[in-house]
């Protein structure tokens, strides 16, 4: 019964405070502001390769790289939209679909989702590959048009499943006679072109495009015209949107992280029933925000589990194809023996890492080698600097971070 009373006292504590948010919607990374501030060029540069497609011509398909929060998703959605907006007012061919790979990360599952924007209804699971590109074709030559399919985090689809899906995609205007299909692909990773087969990238004939992170003084003018909508007036010191333009720049000119941050900040002063935010409730909010959760997934990982987890963030850094399990245990061996930890048995190491995939921090892929058995490829599904973070504080094992890159090359260099 205490417990309820003390339930209801929290709901009625935090109920009545008072908001200092107008519209916290729009400090959301998912929000796509009206006006894309100091994106110009790189708008420009998108619209100059995509605007063949007005008069029915075939353009290059795009690549475009840059670290998270340089607002790449955000000027391609407002590019598609744009271009669906013309197709339908002055009845012009191109269309524009979206997939986020992150989230819908196989081949079946993105040619399901293609496929529903023509309202065709795909089970699950079940059709053969070649069935749903058939049907996706069909659906496709109903008209003459061109079809522009944005493909987000394709980084993720393609350490994951391969690029089989980029191939065929780029080779299925060979079967089309009615419509074209044309790819723009988006990726924080810079090096995702490793990933690609030689074919594949033959066959995709893409131009690139490189979004730079925002300074300071761009954060701050993004924020500032974020702020005006999110917050009541004459809630925000004077100090507060420097401040956290200045920190997100300081982590590679992450507008995401300084929205972020913005908004934490405003939450802290919320529950401490404050009237103002201030310079106080930033740091706390940056504080609160570095202790990522997947960093404290991590941290209480076992000991072997964290040497695991970084002998494949040392393979990412230095290898420029997929790894493989065998791979991934020989260096084990090799830091268990620079920490003076002993050794688990390969067939353990091998339950360790479908652990690790169940929780999500890496991704596996199952491969067959033929004759010689199967093995797994093998990704982190996590930033490097997150898992670097975790196991520097971990006395035991946090000397293997310090190791220098030409160590790491050594470390890495004949494995199994």
């Not at 390769?49 to 790289?65: D, L």
């Not at 990238?201 to 131009?207: D, K, M, Q, R, V």
């Not at 929205?259 to 802290?268: D, K, Q, S, V, Y």
Request: aromatic share 6%.
């Amino acid at each position: 019964m205490m417990g309820n009373e003390f339930i209801k006292d929290m709901f009625n504590k935090y109920l009545y405070n008072k908001s200092l948010f107008k519209n916290k919607e729009v400090l959301s990374h998912a929000y796509i502001p009206e006006n894309l501030l100091h994106r110009d060029r790189e708008l420009e540069d998108i619209v100059s390769i995509i605007i063949p497609t007005i008069r029915q011509e075939v353009p290059s398909n795009i690549f475009i790289f840059g670290k998270p929060g340089t607002g790449k998703t955000a000027c391609v959605k407002h590019i598609g939209k744009e271009l669906n907006s013309l197709s339908i007012k002055k009845d012009l061919s191109p269309s524009f679909l979206y997939i986020n790979c992150e989230m819908v990360d196989t081949q079946y599952r993105v040619l399901s989702n293609l496929l529903s924007y023509y309202g065709e209804n795909v089970p699950l699971a079940g059709w053969p590959t070649d069935k749903l590109y058939n049907k996706f074709i069909e659906c496709i030559e109903k008209k003459k048009q061109i079809v522009i399919i944005g493909l987000d985090e394709i980084d993720k689809l393609v350490k994951k499943g391969g690029d089989d899906l980029l191939y065929n995609l780029s080779r299925i205007n060979g079967d089309l006679t009615n419509s074209k299909v044309v790819i723009i692909g988006i990726s924080n990773d810079l090096k995702f072109i490793k990933y690609l087969d030689s074919r594949t990238l033959s066959s995709l004939g893409h131009e690139e495009i490189v979004f730079p992170p925002y300074n300071a003084e761009q954060l701050r003018d993004i924020l500032d015209n974020r702020a005006k909508i999110a917050f009541d007036k004459e809630v925000l010191l004077e100090e507060v949107v420097p401040l956290c333009a200045a920190f997100a720049a300081q982590e590679h000119g992450d507008a995401r992280k300084a929205l972020n941050l913005l908004r934490m900040a405003g939450e802290i002063a919320e529950r401490n029933n404050d009237v103002k935010i201030t310079e106080e409730h930033v740091r706390k909010g940056k504080e609160k925000l570095e202790i990522d959760g997947t960093t404290e997934v991590i941290k209480t990982l076992p000991v072997h589990s964290k040497i695991l987890i970084y002998s494949i963030l040392l393979l990412e850094k230095c290898k420029t194809r997929g790894i493989i399990t065998s791979e991934v245990y020989s260096l084990y061996e090799r830091l268990c023996g620079l920490v003076q930890i002993e050794r688990l048995t390969y067939r353990r190491i091998s339950d360790l890492i479908s652990e690790l995939e169940i929780i999500g921090l890496i991704n596996t892929v199952l491969i067959s080698k033929g004759r010689y058995g199967r093995t797994k490829n093998i990704s982190l599904a996590v930033d490097t600097d997150t898992v670097e973070r975790a196991i520097q504080d971990d006395d035991r094992i946090k000397s293997i971070t310090r190791i220098s890159h030409s160590q790491q090359i050594t470390l890495t260099n004949h494995l199994k």
